[in-house]
């Protein structure tokens, strides 16, 4: 009994030193991936804010952006939630009337009902109020969006 808790303790030294040289390696790991992702962002060919300012000057009154994400190096993918279905259609128009738009592609557009807050200003207090969520695919002119050819905040 003595020399197979001898071996069991062997064992879990032993393996408690392998986790920590494991801790230690991906510890190394996650700073390093940090840092390239830093890099990354630092060399990033063009700015964000500017894009999404862009964005925002289309939306409608009541046009919420829910994600927004960069599917390459000239695209985005953004959702943007509408009280109405409609104004996803809108939307896309003067998405392709953009001078910094090269592409737009409404993907989908989903309708879910949410629950009217109690107090708001709607008329239907209580009641479930359709939404709309909308996916689009923006492909833009990248060269209007490089670090160089921004101006100020405003994108102008």
Not at 15 to 23: G, I, R
């Amino acid at each position: 009994m003595e020399l197979v808790d001898k071996k069991i303790t062997t064992l879990q030294n032993l393996n408690n030193a392998q986790q920590e040289k494991l801790a230690e390696e991906n510890a190394g790991n996650s700073v390093i991936k940090l840092q390239e992702a830093v890099e990354w962002i630092e060399r990033y060919p063009v700015q964000t804010v500017p894009i999404m300012q862009n964005i925002i000057s289309l939306l409608p009154e009541r046009g919420f952006i829910q994600s927004f994400e960069y599917s390459n190096m000239d695209s985005i993918l953004v959702t943007i939630q509408y009280d109405a279905a409609r104004d996803a259609a809108f939307y896309l128009g003067s998405l392709k009337q953009s001078e910094w738009v090269r592409e737009a592609e409404l993907l989908n557009v989903v309708a879910a009902e949410i629950e009217d807050e109690p107090g708001s200003s709607n008329d239907s207090e209580g009641k479930t109020l359709p939404r709309y969520s909308a996916a689009y695919k923006i492909v833009f002119h990248p060269d209007l969006f490089k670090p160089a050819a921004v101006k100020g905040g405003d994108g102008s």
